[in-house]
């Protein structure tokens, strides 16, 4: 009982300053596309658009709850809040520092691979549900996507895991005293990326979204706040695969000096920039060539990488 | 200028008797026919004469009951014209067919040439001409529920004449079944052995068509079985606006045809207008036009630049490039007064000398582009992400595409090297020293190359107008130059009633016909005017690029992916008013 109490203020401090977090990333995104495309970006609302997400917040709230007659009702409704769950719940086992973190499982790692498998279904049964055909075209590749990244994103983690000896996120921190994992773990940490960017259904891999093509993909048919959880789930998202590569690739909360709330907010916002970069520069792939390039080169790499690590594991072992 | 010998040959092939011969303004030569004859002398010109015509290159019609100078022609209530075109001889050829009301219909030549599918639709359409054998002959331009053929003289040509609009609920209801799409009609099947057809109705308010385009797709899956676009959600009856206005106020509607191109939509009108008038244009004039239309190619072309990008996922470029756009408008605005649509060139020249500081502005904007481009070409063309959406996607071939009717850079990508400036340079094009970009492929990816090789030839264009704008009259000295040079009315009466008239009136522009055609943004824009030696217009045709260049989409997107079709649409580069005119 006093472990739950205890418990309680990290989660409710987590839960606000992710949901807090992520309506600000809203505005991050839009200024900081806004600086590299030439423009302004939201600066109206609020010190230097500050308040934009707290407008658009009121704005989504105000909005008519609107479930169009020809959907799958129960389906539409549940379909966004699976992502916005999953998510959520993928974050209880990020060590944050080494004293916030919610639930220190020490299969960590595969909660989190889970979870991240489970928030696809909330874009399969959106398309599904909608029943319009722009949606369940966006469902389709969204389920395509899901199969294809899936497998190597699980398995280029596979050589941290060995590395450290342990799923437990915590003791993956830690076990990067001394060289953060970005180093020998290279290709993993690449591989990793480009499954998150997958994962999170940004360029170049917004395929179920595509709205040149798609309108809106598997979320055209939504509005309102149902809209606006599959937004702040995108965004989540972001937050969480920054997150974990901090805390798999680059020591997490460890750093000189500063501490360690601070080093693993810089590092994790450090990658939010770089996903936002990438989404300002790169044009999208077509969903046939991201299963190819999923198959035939992210595949097989993240097998090599595997091998490799684990011979060289191997045979660093009996010397110890 | 006259080319008489392919005359002669038809003369030889099937008798003197069979053909009558018209003279007209712009020395295409022009010969008459009966419609019995028609399918027999075009199989003949494009595939047995020597050094054939192997491009329609625009086919129209013209009501004739109200028109009174027709010297030389044959009598005919309805005249169908086809513009056909040798490469090869780097010559027109004009075949007109003389109808009458009652039998207004003529055998099709869509077997002939693919792309006289939907010129006969059209015609069909805006005039009643029936063409037999036609695959679909059915409205393409307006509704399906469109009462008559506006193109006629007797069809109003404005809603006060047609009595009150009324749309009550069964009419909505008549006009919304009549949109939807039936793939029978079209000889599509719903399903096949294993699966059932999705048919996915794409616009006309979609993200991805640039503008109220219309597409219905066939997919089995992603892969597209077939695409039927619908078009005519842009018309705007610019053809029959021209016979209600004067010579010299329709040259704003010319702007709002390919409303990418500015004044490069006024050009080949004005050259038309005259051509028929007899009026030689001074250098100065000459060359503040090219330079403007070049600075419109620049604009058009960053605007397809970027929304191509953006076509394939790639958001930031179209920001860079619609910067770009504001640069070139802040000259054009300097220099015209308008922006998108400055509607400033006029018969006989263009509306004022350039002002005072042009040459700055000009000059800076030449030592700032330059740069830029080199940037995007990093940025997108030689973007690993943008070449393998691109590459080997939406290909055809040099002899597809002429019989298809593509010109422009869409005809320049398959490796044929076909520029009227060079061609047939008009308004002093061969005074100036630029290449014509070509590539081999004819995919998406070569189209974007030629054009954005196309806009470094602009700038160099632009340079050489910059460094040698000739000194003189920025408009002609001659009466029917528009509004008339004012400075002698002053002095004696007669000049005084003529300017008088002429600015209220109109000028009166000699009766005949003239066709010029322009290596516009997208392709070839043509202007087809025909005077009765009235102060308006009796028929004004416009002949543009995009329109055969949408009719081309189904042929390359069939077999390929949907995300596909949106790198084929932003490669083809049309502009939905071009289209639908």
């Known amino acids: 009982m006093n472990e739950v109490a205890f418990r309680l203020p990290i989660i409710a401090g987590v839960l606000v300053t992710l949901l807090t977090l992520s309506a600000l990333l809203i505005w991050l995104e839009r200024r900081l596309l806004g600086f590299w495309q030439e423009r302004y970006g939201p600066n109206r609302v609020g010190p230097f658009g500050l308040l934009q997400s707290v407008a658009d917040m009121i704005k989504i709230f105000m909005k008519e709850d609107w479930v169009p007659p020809f959907a799958d009702k129960a389906v539409f409704v549940i379909a966004p809040a699976v992502i916005i769950v999953t998510v959520l719940m993928s974050f209880a086992v990020v060590p944050f520092t080494p004293s916030i973190v919610v639930a220190d499982l020490n299969i960590g790692l595969l909660f989190f691979l889970a979870m991240s498998s489970l928030s696809a279904y909330s874009v399969v049964l959106a398309g599904w549900a909608s029943n319009n055909k722009y949606s369940l075209l966006g469902g389709l590749r969204a389920s395509a996507q899901m199969l294809s990244y899936e497998v190597f994103m699980g398995l280029s983690l596979m050589g941290v895991v060995m590395l450290a000896g342990s799923f437990n996120l915590g003791d993956i921190v830690e076990a990067q005293r001394d060289l953060w994992f970005c180093i020998p773990q290279i290709l993993g940490f690449i591989i990793f990326l480009i499954a998150g960017l997958a994962e999170t259904k940004r360029i170049p891999f917004d395929i179920p979204e595509a709205e040149a093509e798609l309108v809106a993909g598997f979320h055209t048919e939504y509005s309102g706040m149902k809209f606006g959880m599959f937004f702040v789930g995108e965004y989540l998202g972001i937050i969480l695969i920054s997150a974990m590569i901090t805390v798999l690739f680059f020591g997490g909360w460890q750093g000189p000096w500063l501490p360690p709330a601070i080093w693993f907010s810089i590092k994790t916002f450090l990658f939010i920039c770089l996903f936002i970069l990438l989404r300002a520069a790169l044009p999208r792939l077509r969903f046939d060539q991201l299963m190819a390039f999923g198959w035939k080169v992210m595949l097989p790499l993240a097998l090599v990488n595997l091998t490799v690590t684990g011979a060289l594991v191997l045979a660093g072992h009996p010397s110890k | ?581």
């Open chain 2, 1 to 581: 200028m006259t080319q008489t010998a392919i005359v002669d040959d038809l003369c030889n092939r099937f008798g003197a008797g069979t053909f009558g011969r018209q003279e007209t303004g712009d020395g295409i030569p022009t010969v008459w026919t009966t419609k019995e004859r028609a399918r027999e002398v075009l199989g003949y010109l494009k595939t047995e004469v020597e050094r054939p015509y192997k491009m329609l290159y625009d086919l129209t019609a013209i009501d004739e009951r109200v028109r009174r100078v027709r010297q030389g022609q044959s009598p005919s209530d309805f005249t169908v014209v086809y513009h056909l075109l040798s490469f090869e001889r780097n010559e027109d050829l004009r075949l007109k067919i003389p109808l009458t009301e009652q039998v207004a219909s003529l055998p099709t030549i869509t077997d002939l040439w693919p792309a006289a599918n939907w010129y006969e639709r059209e015609v069909w359409d805006l005039f009643g001409i029936t063409f037999v054998g036609h695959p679909h002959l059915r409205r393409i331009l307006l509704p399906p529920t469109w009462q008559g053929h506006p193109l006629r003289k007797d069809h109003p040509a404005r809603a006060t004449e047609m009595g009150r609009f009324y749309l009550p609920e069964d009419r909505q209801e008549t006009e919304e079944a009549a949109l939807k799409f039936r793939p029978e009609e079209w000889g599509m099947k719903r399903s096949r052995e294993t699966s059932d057809f999705m048919f996915l109705n794409m616009g006309p308010a979609h993200t991805g068509t640039h503008g109220i385009l219309r597409l219905v797709l066939q997919l089995d899956e992603e892969r597209i079985v077939d695409v039927v676009p619908d078009i005519g959600y842009h018309h705007r009856g610019a053809e029959k606006m021209s016979e209600r206005q004067t010579w010299h106020t329709f040259i704003p509607y010319t702007d709002r045809i390919d409303y990418l191109g500015g004044v490069m939509n006024e050009l080949p009108y004005v050259l038309a207008v005259e051509k028929l008038a007899g009026i030689v244009v001074p250098d100065r004039a000459k060359v503040i036009r090219v330079m403007m239309a070049e600075f419109f190619r620049l604009a058009s072309h960053l605007v397809w630049y970027g929304t191509f990008a953006q076509d394939v996922g790639q958001l930031s470029p179209v920001f860079y490039m619609f910067t770009d756009r504001e640069r070139i408008f802040h000259i054009v605005e300097a220099i015209c007064g308008g922006r998108m649509h400055p509607e400033w060139f006029r018969i006989g020249g263009v509306a004022q000398d350039l002002p005072e500081g042009w040459d700055k502005l000009v000059r800076e904007f030449l030592n700032y582009l330059p740069p830029r481009l080199a940037e995007y070409d990093d940025l997108v063309m030689r973007n690993a992400i943008f070449k393998a959406r691109t590459q080997g996607i939406g290909r055809y071939s040099t002899a597809e595409a002429i019989d298809w009717g593509v010109t422009g850079p869409g005809l320049r990508a398959t490796g044929f090297e076909w520029d009227f400036r060079k061609q047939r340079p008009y308004s002093g094009y061969d005074q100036f020293e630029f290449d014509v970009p070509i590539a081999m492929h004819g995919d998406c990816y070569d189209r974007a190359v030629v054009r954005v090789e196309e806009m470094r030839q602009s700038l160099r264009i632009i340079e050489q107008c910059l460094n040698h704008m000739p000194e003189g009259p920025y408009k002609a000295e001659h009466p029917l130059t528009t509004p008339p040079i004012k400075e002698r009315t002053m002095h004696d009466i007669e000049t005084l009633i003529a300017h008088f008239l002429s600015v209220s009136w109109g000028p009166v522009i000699p009766a005949g016909e003239a066709f010029v055609g322009i290596e516009a943004t997208k392709g070839n824009n043509g202007y087809y005017l025909v005077s009765d030696g009235t102060p308006w217009p009796y028929r004004v045709r416009i002949r543009t690029p995009s329109f055969p260049h949408m009719q081309m989409v189904p042929l390359i997107s069939r077999g390929l992916l949907l995300a596909d079709l949106l790198a084929i649409l932003g490669s083809v580069d049309f502009v939905l008013a071009d289209v639908d005119r």
